[in-house]
């Protein structure tokens, strides 16, 4: 390893154990140690300063810092010509680009004048739409080169929700591409850029790559082309000196209540948290191919595809399309075809490429492989196995990560090749990591053999600082149901040997194949249509995509033939207000909901319907109206 390569690695459960009792004892020590290997143009003041009563906490206060510097040209003069990116495209026939640390640097510090050029400052929020193309960690970057706060949001959401982010940042401008291709797809990206502008007066100019050269209406005086721009600025670009405080990014993510929050992260901690956990979890070592299949639109790619992997020094594969295009066997022609090492994907993937059969696996050679890795929502056992015997071949350690968009980066994992895995369980907190299971009042339970809601008693340096333009917001939902803790919002158990097993939501929020959708977002956008006169959402167990959505809907008037071509319109509204992402797997008209006599919906009902047990419906003695549940019952999908 050469020498500016970070000294960060654990590489033994003796070490894992030391370091973790000595980020506990002394947390501040432990981190400040860590943060040494990064690159700083002024150190820190304070290392830590926290309350959780306020929700504030500030790592490294003080210290002056450019995360591109460190993901960017502290590479050059030792790995300046190693690749940075790789990029896959969805066609597989069309060749893949290697972008190497001094052209990505080039590009970012062009693109960043770009930005410039068009009035972007320090602090300025920038919306990003885009696919998964080289422009899209370029333009990130290139936020973070200038102190802009970039907010990208996944190129599957609706125009609606595309305005809802832009506005509450007031985003000045906009980063997007023709189209984008996914599977045997296009899909348009500027139209619905164009669509969400209508209600977004914040925004003075768009910047358009080409991608599909599908046609676009450019606007004069607005829009302008990524390719065109480019050509006219340099791509000299000093760094913007940036505390370590300051806002590096907001993404937006789903509650239980309300419209999607804007989780904010700063620069210094994120940093530094998302490049240890990097490489410890993964145990990277120079020269390997990393390759997370997540969009850079959520807090997977952000962490584990652009910022710790560069950070790090790595080469990270970014890729365009789908698991399933041309067929089912894209992921390990990828692998195999850029020798890849470590791969980082999702249950849901994983299940759905089960359900294809070995035919696709075998005769791929997959034998670069060292450690799998596993994010976004639980993994059931079957899955943990297939992915360790058919992928991994009995060899490869599979990395089972729990963490949220509001930690920055992985909080509970193995350690790969030092953490003894257990099929389906997250097992140890990463150093740094303090895991506390409380029951319903707040009270820690403790030993082990017990379940709880899972909560954090200590910051670390990657934890939301902010919900963006609503500190109270962050307060309420993170830091408020448990006093002085940090609340998940997961159900977790820690079996006899204090491994932790992470159950699920225990809010009102479904994860649909690894994507957080809150019940009352598809509520309100359900209820948008024509004729509804109310609705309910919970989640229901599906076999490939964890979990799915199953919608009640009261409506005015269904009558017979009408409900099928109801339920479509119904389902094309949720597609125009929120994303396809968030279309209801399963939409059963009721006359009634069941409710208490104070109106509560009773969703432990409705959850237990959706499941099949319609036998074991518990106390319904509370309920206004009880013969809405026989309705129910009998009707149910
Ligand atoms: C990184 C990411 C966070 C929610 C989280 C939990 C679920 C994530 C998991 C997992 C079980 C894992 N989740 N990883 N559940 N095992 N390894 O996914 O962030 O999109 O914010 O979702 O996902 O429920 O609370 P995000």
Redesign the pocket.
């Known amino acids: 390893m050469s020498k500016l390569m970070m000294n960060l690695q654990i590489s033994s459960f003796e070490d894992y154990e030391s370091a973790y009792n000595q980020s506990v004892t002394d947390p501040e020590g432990f981190w400040a140690e860590v943060a040494q290997n990064f690159q700083w143009r002024k150190p820190w003041k304070k290392t830590l300063e926290w309350d959780f009563t306020t929700a504030t906490t500030k790592w490294f206060a003080g210290g002056k810092m450019n995360i591109t510097e460190n993901a960017l040209d502290r590479h050059l003069a030792t790995r300046g010509d190693q690749a940075a990116i790789i990029w896959e495209s969805n066609d597989p026939n069309e060749e893949s680009v290697t972008l190497t640390y001094k052209m990505l640097h080039q590009r970012v510090c062009q693109f960043a004048n770009v930005l410039k050029k068009h009035g972007a400052k320090k602090g300025d929020r920038i919306c990003i739409y885009m696919p998964m193309i080289p422009e899209l960690a370029i333009a990130v970057l290139a936020c973070a080169r200038i102190g802009a706060i970039h907010s990208v949001v996944f190129g599957g959401f609706s125009a609606q929700s595309i305005a809802d982010r832009i506005n509450d940042a007031q985003c000045n401008i906009v980063i997007t591409s023709d189209g984008s291709f996914r599977g045997n797809k296009e899909i348009g990206l500027k139209s619905t850029v164009d669509d969400a502008l209508i209600q977004c007066p914040s925004v003075q100019k768009v910047i358009v790559s080409t991608r599909t050269r599908t046609p676009v209406s450019m606007l004069k005086g607005r829009d302008v082309w990524w390719e065109n721009e480019v050509k006219t600025v340099s791509s000299d670009c000093p760094a913007e000196e940036m505390d370590a405080e300051d806002m590096l990014f907001i993404l937006y ?1 789903s509650g239980s209540t309300g419209k999607p929050k804007g989780v904010v992260h700063t620069c210094g901690g994120y940093m530094v948290y998302a490049t240890y956990t990097f490489a410890n979890v993964f145990q990277y070592q120079q020269g390997q191919v990393h390759f997370c299949t997540a969009d850079i639109g ?3 790619g952000h962490s584990y595809i652009v910022y710790g992997p560069l950070c790090y020094g790595a080469t990270s594969l970014m890729f365009e399309g789908v698991p399933t295009y041309p067929d089912a066997g894209r992921f390990w022609d990828v692998i195999d075809k850029h020798k890849v090492d470590i791969l980082y994907t999702a249950p849901t993937a994983i299940r759905s490429l089960m359900g294809f059969g070995l035919d696709y696996v075998n005769g791929k050679d997959l034998s670069s492989l060292k450690v799998l890795g ?6 059931n056992e079957e899955a943990w196995n297939w992915y360790n015997e058919n992928i991994g071949k009995g060899k490869c350690p599979i990395v ?7 930690t920055g980066g992985i909080l509970i994992s193995p350690i790969a090749g030092v953490t003894k895995t257990k099929p389906a369980y ?1 097992t140890l907190p990463l150093p740094g990591v303090q895991p506390i299971l409380v029951d319903e009042k707040g009270e820690e339970i403790t030993g082990n053999g017990v379940s709880g809601n899972l909560c954090i008693k200590f910051p670390w340096p990657g934890i939301i600082r902010t919900t963006y333009g609503d500190h109270d917001r962050c307060i309420q939902t993170y830091f408020s149901t448990y006093k002085n803790l940090y609340f ?3 159900g977790c158990m820690r079996d006899e040997d204090g491994y932790y097993r ?1 159950t ?2 225990v809010d009102d929020v479904i ?1 649909v194949s ?3 959708i809150g019940t009352a977002e598809v509520e309100n956008a359900i209820n948008m249509h024509l004729g509804v006169v109310e609705s309910a959402v919970v989640g229901y167990p599906h076999d490939i995509k964890g979990q799915g959505i199953y919608a009640y809907v009261i409506c005015e008037k269904v009558q017979g033939d009408d409900s099928d071509l109801t339920r479509r319109d119904i389902l094309a509204t949720v597609t125009r207000v929120i994303g396809p992402i968030a279309k209801p797997d399963k939409i059963q008209f009721v006359s009634g909901l069941p409710k208490t006599r104070s109106g509560k919906i009773m969703r432990r009902i409705l959850r237990k319907v959706a499941e099949g047990e319609i036998n074991n419906l518990g106390d319904t003695s509370t309920l206004l109206d009880p013969a809405v549940v026989e309705e129910i019952k009998a009707g149910a999908l």
Do not use: L, M
């Open positions: 993510t959520w807090i997977t596993s994010v976004g929502e639980p993994i089972d990560t729990w963490w949220q968009t509001e997250a998940t919002g997961d992470i699920g939501r994860n690894g994507h957080r």
